[in-house]
């Protein structure tokens, strides 16, 4: 069957800046099974498929997959499949706001001039690491981080703090053969984070370009650290040769993940 296809690069103001993302439109005559083989065709870190919402309160519904799984939030697909659904003529039933439907419930979303955010979802599981896991993050960075916490938002963080910016880009991590661990490292910089995402998949390790998620995840921790700021900005796919940029604003209670979206393919797909 037909359905409308879009490829986006998000977290970035040019083409082939950010993480590139797939949507199939109208999606809901695919049973999962289909999504899932699709998703492991275009090999792109996630692939999403638009629905009707089930959620009276929604705009919108998504599915996220990766080459191997289903995940139940992300953030890069987040952007990107608000971007696809507004683009093919969806309307918002707020004024302001859009609202998706996911695995994860209901994430808000804004668009500020060029800049669309979501709201940071509740993290699964926070706080501090055993002893065990600590010992192992270390093994893999080669070093002590200066914190470690458990970030996990839906793709299952385990987030890390180097000293700097540098740090971070200077990196070269050691992952055993078959681990499993995600894996985000962060460090400051003079005007901001850089950021790193590090997670396992078919062909063994895989560095993502710009993760929503994990930068979500950093948000969370630097906001129980100081409640004082309210917006910075992050980098993040320098050492592979990308330039995102993620823009983190707080509002009260609420952290704004948000980034520019690069529209760059448009067509259909059989499937």
Not at 1 to 21: A, Y
């Amino acid at each position: 069957m037909t359905h409308r296809f879009s490829q986006l690069d998000v977290f970035s103001s040019r083409l082939g800046d950010g993480n590139p993302l797939a949507v199939v439109l109208g999606a809901d005559d695919l049973d999962p099974e289909a999504m899932q083989r699709f998703a492991a065709w275009t090999d792109l870190s996630e692939t999403t498929f638009l629905l009707e919402p089930t959620d009276p309160g929604a705009d919108y519904r998504v599915r996220i997959f990766t080459p191997a799984t289903e995940l139940p939030f992300a953030g890069h697909p987040t952007l990107g499949s608000c971007t696809a659904w507004l683009e093919a003529g969806g309307t918002p039933r707020g004024a302001d706001r859009i609202v998706q439907e996911c695995g994860l419930g209901l994430v808000e979303l804004r668009r500020t001039g060029d800049i669309l955010a979501f709201a940071a979802p509740p993290l699964l599981r926070s706080g501090p690491v055993d002893p065990a896991l600590a010992a192992h993050v270390a093994g893999v960075l080669g070093q002590e981080p200066v914190s470690l916490a458990w970030g996990d938002n839906g793709p299952g963080w385990v987030v890390a703090e180097l000293p700097s910016g540098d740090a971070v880009r200077s990196l070269v991590p050691q992952f055993p053969p078959g681990d499993q661990l995600d894996l985000g490292v962060f460090g400051a910089d003079a005007e901001g984070y850089e950021v790193r995402a590090f997670f396992p998949d078919a062909t063994g390790r895989r560095e993502d370009p710009v993760t929503g998620s994990l930068n979500a995840a950093v948000a969370m921790i630097l906001a129980e650290r100081d409640p004082g700021w309210t917006r910075y900005a992050a980098t993040q796919g320098t050492v592979i040769g990308r330039h995102g940029r993620i823009e983190v604003e707080r509002e009260g209670d609420t952290l704004w993940i948000g980034g520019r979206v690069v529209p760059a393919i448009t067509g259909t797909v059989e499937l």
